[in-house]
């Protein structure tokens, strides 16, 4: 695979493919074939089916000590990255001017991109369509020549996947901590009540902060409107997780969203009725909320949590009593499925003889393995579909005036804010890493899946967990990025992938 015709080839059909079941995607979300129900219940499949399945077969059966020490650099190199990011995200803060509000989700943004769900795809992708060069370790150790120096797509594919497990055991845990750190950090004590108000026009001329409150409630209610995400951010740490492939929860209800509105502007809930009514109302709301399983229960904001509310919230999201706030953070980011499959799948592959008794056709455990085995595999399929079915709901929540910003009233973001968060994640960010990159490259194996997962996790976007776990105002902004960072992906990730596959086949090609 050296000639730049098939490389050229080969990173168009890693990349396009993607976009073309995106529209998709759109396509079905605007003829109301599909919603945002559809896209959570696939991430739910995915988080709590497909991710553990593929995480635990390919550890425990591929790992060992052997492989850790031929490609155990990918493990610190996953936090190396997302270091590099963080700086990086420090750096591009003077030049995007965020408000203080956003700064923090800017720069967590920044940090945190796609590492699993895109990566997995291109993986897939690119095993299919061209000849992967096999580690040379194991072409010296074995002899190889012709033919047998490179991968089978099987091979290739089942290979790959280990290396993304491998690389992702630490950042996948890194996010949840992160996340539940920022969540906690930007919880406020409550804000005082708000004087009665008869009609709207009384609320507006009460004061400057009922202002700011009632801004941050038409942002939320933006945030709703454009996608199934933002709104989400609303909820406890727990149910807001996001699954490993990273994608969107669902919406919550409309009775919901009505509430959420009324919990930022009183005023609204008393030119609806009385006290009696509102709160009748509530508890209709929480009722039809905990009757669908894909979504949310209804919760004040982060900022306006009453101590009963902050208990309620902890009791339903807490481990057992006796736990500091880090224990809670710590045991909510080790509960994912992904993490507790992945610990579970490194203790299989380190010892011999369990690896053997677990993967062995003979063994009473080849029932249970076997059906995880044959699930594995549709975790691409999967992802894929989510993800389309997730930008489709975005972009058609989207109206074309707002995808550049500009209007900071009605976005919440500068325009030089938006572009920086933009081409910073998805060019000079992924440039500067190929730098670095291609001047360390004889400091890591010459195994050519290696190198092209490293590059693969260098351009793709922000991470969905950014958005799911802002509150609704940041996270509308982060939504409206996301969508322009994927609409720029069709012409960047394309370039960075023909970029990444040429360095890394020039590299290997002289074994």
Sequence with gaps: MTDVGDLMWTSAKAVLPVFFIMILGSWFVHKGLLDAKAAGALSWLAKYLYSPSLVFVRLGKSFSLEVFSRVGILMPMGVIVLMFNFIMGVLMVPLAKPTRSFRKWFIFSITFQNSMGLPLIFITAVCAGGRIRRPETEIIEYSLSGEDQFYTATECTETGELYLVIYMAIPYVLVFIVAAVLKSSGRQAPLPAKPEATTLEDSSSVSEQDATTDRTASLSSQARDQGPAYTAGTS??????????????????????????????????????????????????????????????????????????????????????????????????????????????????????????????????????????????GLVSVVTLALSLMIGVKMTKTKYSDLLGGNVEKTGISRRTLFVLIFGRMVILPGILFLVLYLCIDLFPKDQLLLMLLFFESFVPTANMCAICAPPEQGAILSLAMINQYLIGVLTMTMWCFIGLTISTNVVSDV
Excluded at 279 to 295: G, L, R
Excluded at 298 to 326: H, M
Aim: net charge negative; hydrophobic share 35%; proline share 9%.
């Design 236 to 377: 406890s740490f727990v149910e807001a997780q996001e699954p490993s492939v990273e994608l969107a929860l669902p919406a919550p209800g409309d009775d919901q969203d009505q509430l959420e509105a009324q919990q930022r502007n009183p005023a609204i809930s008393s030119n609806e009725g009385n006290t009696a009514e509102t709160s009748f109302s509530i508890s209709q709301a929480n009722t039809n909320a905990k009757a669908q399983p894909f979504q949310s229960a209804a919760k004040p904001t982060e900022g306006n949590l009453t101590p009963e509310d902050e208990k309620r919230e902890q009791d339903q999201s807490s481990p057992p009593s006796g736990f500091s706030k880090w224990g809670r953070i710590i045991y909510q980011a080790f509960a994912q499925p992904a993490v507790v499959a992945q610990i579970f799948g490194l203790m299989v592959g380190s010892l011999p003889k369990l690896q053997e008794f677990m993967f062995n056709t003979n063994s009473v455990a080849a029932p249970f393995v076997n059906v995880l085995t044959t699930i594995a595999p």
